[in-house]
């Protein structure tokens, strides 16, 4: 089992940017393609963006353009650069490998004015 620890969310205003990361306390990391989910307020868990374990991206339309995800290997970890924040943006946000293991406590993102 991977297990993930999520970073780097906050209190954000519209427009704004945040850069999350999530890193691997265990396993090999690198074989593993990886995923960033988000779980909105009063929502179900949605995947917002992955990468490969050979680095090819996909995002979920709604934040195509805005946000990217990227990996380093050698440090076990998985990024998502968030830019351009609106408020329908705000949610706990996790990371996971392919196939899915243990969900993490995930890092709030809220974007309000």
């Known amino acids: 089992q991977v297990q993930l620890v999520e970073s780097g969310g906050g209190l954000v205003q519209p427009g704004g940017s945040l850069r999350l990361s999530c890193a691997a306390s265990?396993?090999?990391?690198?074989?593993?393609?990886m995923g960033w989910y988000r779980q909105a307020p009063g929502s179900q868990r949605e995947l917002v963006a992955t990468?490969?374990?050979?680095?090819?991206?996909n995002y979920a339309d709604s934040v195509k353009g805005r946000f990217t995800i990227s990996r380093d290997n050698a440090k076990k970890s998985v990024y998502l650069q968030m830019n351009s924040l609106k408020p329908e943006d705000t949610a706990v946000y996790y990371c996971n490998s392919s196939p899915i293991g243990s969900w993490g406590q995930g890092t709030q993102v809220t974007v309000s004015s």
């Open positions: 265990s396993g090999i990391f690198s074989i593993y393609g």
């Open positions: 990468i490969s374990s050979g680095g090819r991206t």
